[in-house]
């Protein structure tokens, strides 16, 4: 009954490894999401995809990039993982462009840059 | 100052307590939203509103839109729902962003 799917839970990468995290959805969404959760401040979205190929940035997009090859994946990017990467992120789909309202979040991907 | 506020940020409880969790925010609104997260990174919607209250088992939305305001109550709470609570808003004057709280961290004792 799996619908949002990352692709690990828990990651340790160096820095200045290229790091990619796959998120990969089976509902047909057109909207897909990548937040990062830190303690005490929330959610804060790094980029989301509304179409195949299409992306917008989100609020916080320096340091990472995206792919949306295909409608139902959609891949998060650190080109050169850095110590302030250390995180839980977060992808999500939704019918809803704003997400939330009918959202189907993944279980999260903890990520260690050491 | 953040645009979304909740109260409060920890919240323990015994088990059979009534729970109440505050969101307030600053912006103009399209819709409030709340969603729960497990333990281990699960997040689950719970629910969405313009106006007036929902409810869903045990689980009451409630929103004052004049007030800036919406409470999540828990009835008759239980351990099972010991999880983070997070209040998100959709930005009128934005078809795409959410603006989170920071969430509130709910413990039910047995």
């Known amino acids: 009954d799996v619908k949002v799917t990352q692709s690990s839970r828990y990651l340790v990468k160096r820095t200045g490894e290229k790091v990619f995290l796959e998120c990969v959805q089976d509902m047909d969404h057109e909207n897909m999401f990548w937040y990062r959760q830190d303690p005490g401040l929330g959610l804060r979205l790094i980029y989301f995809?509304?179409?195949?190929?299409?992306?917008e940035k989100g609020d916080i997009p320096e340091g990472y990039s995206v792919s949306r090859e295909k409608k139902e994946r959609f891949s998060l990017i650190l080109e050169s993982a850095s110590t302030n990467q250390t995180s839980m992120y977060l992808c999500a789909s939704s019918l809803n462009p704003q997400g939330a309202s009918g959202a189907f979040f993944g279980q999260g991907t903890r990520l260690t840059v050491v | 100052k953040n645009e979304v506020e909740q109260s409060p940020q920890n919240l323990t409880a015994q088990e059979g307590e009534f729970i109440t969790i505050n969101c307030s925010y600053s912006?103009?609104?399209?819709?409030l939203h709340w969603l729960q997260q497990h333990p281990g990174g699960g997040i689950v919607s719970l629910f969405m509103?313009?106006?007036?209250?929902k409810k869903h088992g045990r689980l009451i939305a409630t929103i004052n839109i004049q007030e800036k305001h919406s409470s999540l109550h828990i009835t008759a709470s239980h351990p099972r729902d010991s999880a983070v609570y997070i209040c998100a808003v959709g930005d009128m004057d934005s078809n795409y962003q959410l603006i989170w709280g920071a969430g509130t961290k709910l413990i039910i004792k047995p």
């Open positions: 509103l313009s106006s007036g209250k």
């Open positions: 912006v103009g609104i399209s819709a």
């Open positions: 995809s509304y179409d195949v190929k299409m992306k």
